[in-house]
């Protein structure tokens, strides 16, 4: 299960009404953080989501709507005595910029991992009570991948997908079948093999099938490249940018390299997801609502972010 919930929906500069878009995506407690403009920490304080168990921080891109709230939330991070390791994942050119922030919060009291250009599909479990990297992943465990795509927009950009696993389903009339013991149960279904009695009993005896996860997609900003398609294949969840969402406005889409919410439905129509949400709506919309039909014409079960929605996705 994924709980989700948008601090804000904004593209270019907060408004009074509208803060600029970034995500946190929880897992058993311990959160990753999607951009971080200016302001995502009064956002955060709003609805009153905490800091203090972000692990992971995944930057789209160094435009300041999804970079400049980076400083202050990383300083009070620091204030709050953390010492865990946070690791932050952005791309290409991220490394030089990370340089430049960590300058202005110097003597954080908790290392950094900095993960440029993507690098993925990137393997994280909860092991201590936090998200942690992982060499690879163990399919008898929940882990969370984190996988990378290159946008198309006016600088080096990442799309995300976050996927937790589902694990296979124990077959409680297998175990009682091979006559196991109801103590070796949970270890059979963590991986273990076992010895009991003479003989080895391995997980897959009593393990079901693979099962399909939950996929959530995020992609901000870009224009409607076709790679975009396969990545966010069979998403649950897929939450794109409509920075635009009267097609008159193509042509500004097209300059500044966005989308209208046409084009965003038209990738969540073809990418066969379950859902879209839109987001990061540029400053001049005042009312995206009015122009939520342009998308819903190519895919029905469109929805509009605003501030604090919340969601939670199960398998
Ligand atoms: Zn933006
Ligand atoms: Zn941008």
Known sequence: MLDIRFLGSGGGMPMPNRHLSSLLISFRGRTILFDCGEG?????????????????ICISHVHGDHLYGLPGLLSTMGN?????????????????????ILFLVPNLPFPVRIIEGGGGPLIFRLEEDRLLFQEKLDKYKENLT???LELDHSTECLGYSLTLNRRPKF??????????????????????????????????????EE??????????????????VDF???????????????????????????????????????GQVEELILTHFSPSMDEPSEFIHNARESFANTSLAYDGLSKTIGF
């Open 40 to 56: 995502t920490q009064v956002a955060m304080r709003k609805f009153k989501t905490g800091f203090k168990t972000i692990d992971i």
């Open 80 to 100: 709050s005595e953390r010492t865990e390791m946070v690791t932050l994942i952005g791309p290409r050119g991220f490394r030089n910029f990370m340089d430049k």
């Open 146 to 148: 984190i996988d990378t």
């Open 171 to 208: 077959l409680v009339e297998k175990a009682e079948e091979y006559d196991i013991p109801k103590n070796f149960w949970k270890r059979l279904q963590n991986g273990e093999t076992i010895s009991y009695k003479d003989r080895e009993y391995c997980p897959e005896l009593v393990l079901g």
């Open 211 to 228: 099962r399909s996860g939950i996929k959530i997609s995020y992609i901000t900003d870009s224009r409607p490249v076709g790679g975009i």
């Open 232 to 270: 966010i294949n069979k998403s649950k969840l897929f939450i794109c940018e409509g920075s635009y969402g009267d097609d008159a406005d193509l042509h500004k889409a097209i300059k500044n390299k966005h989308m209208t919410f046409r084009e965003a439905a038209k990738l969540a129509l073809e």
